[in-house]
């Protein structure tokens, strides 16, 4: 079971009764238009929140993890956490009715600091868009260093506590 607390927001599971609000800004052009791969239909979004339901923040396993207010437990976001080969890759979306508001950066402050104490050798990564510019200063707010463009995914990436390796490795995707 996932819980985690801040002073504004409860990280938890995703529940049923969050179908409608992942359909509502999954549909919307605001927090669409930079989302690849995700379920849109509300068939699927209820499929996969069945799937997803009892999902454990792991190292061996990917997981989604719902983002509530605190104070209503109205889910506002998602934040998607894929362990591999000792990296983390961390994929998010906040309803366009919560953006501008700090909750992004509140939510993935504590989980960075969760995943990080649990896999303190982990690096973590996370790619987007050239154009998100939001996203982009996002995290950089975190902490995360610009890795470059990657051309194979059309995306920027962006990393933090990597080592000079993934650092190189990265410089050479980019070329």
Excluded at 33 to 53: C, N
Aim: hydrophobic share 35%; glycine share 4%.
């Amino acid at each position: 079971m996932i819980s985690i607390d801040t002073k504004r927001l409860h990280l938890r599971n995703v529940l049923q009764n969050d179908v409608d609000v992942i359909f509502d800004y999954r549909n919307n052009e605001i927090c669409a238009r930079y989302q690849r791969g995700q379920v849109k239909d509300y068939e699927g979004i209820v499929s996969l929140i069945e799937r997803r339901r009892n999902d454990e923040i792991s190292i061996d396993f990917p997981c989604m993890i719902a983002v509530a207010l605190k104070d209503t437990n109205e889910m506002i976001g998602e934040i998607v956490v894929m362990p591999k080969d000792h990296t983390f890759s961390l994929g998010y979306t906040f309803s366009y009715k919560y953006h501008r508001q700090g909750y992004a950066f509140e939510a993935l402050t504590v989980l960075t600091e969760h995943l990080h104490k649990m896999a303190p050798e982990w690096e973590f990564i996370s790619f987007t868009e050239c154009e998100n510019i939001a996203s982009i200063e996002l995290l950089k707010k975190l902490g995360y260093k610009n890795l470059g463009y990657v051309p194979s995914l059309d995306s920027q990436a962006f990393g933090k506590w990597t080592t000079m390796d993934t650092e190189e490795e990265f410089a050479h995707l980019s070329k």
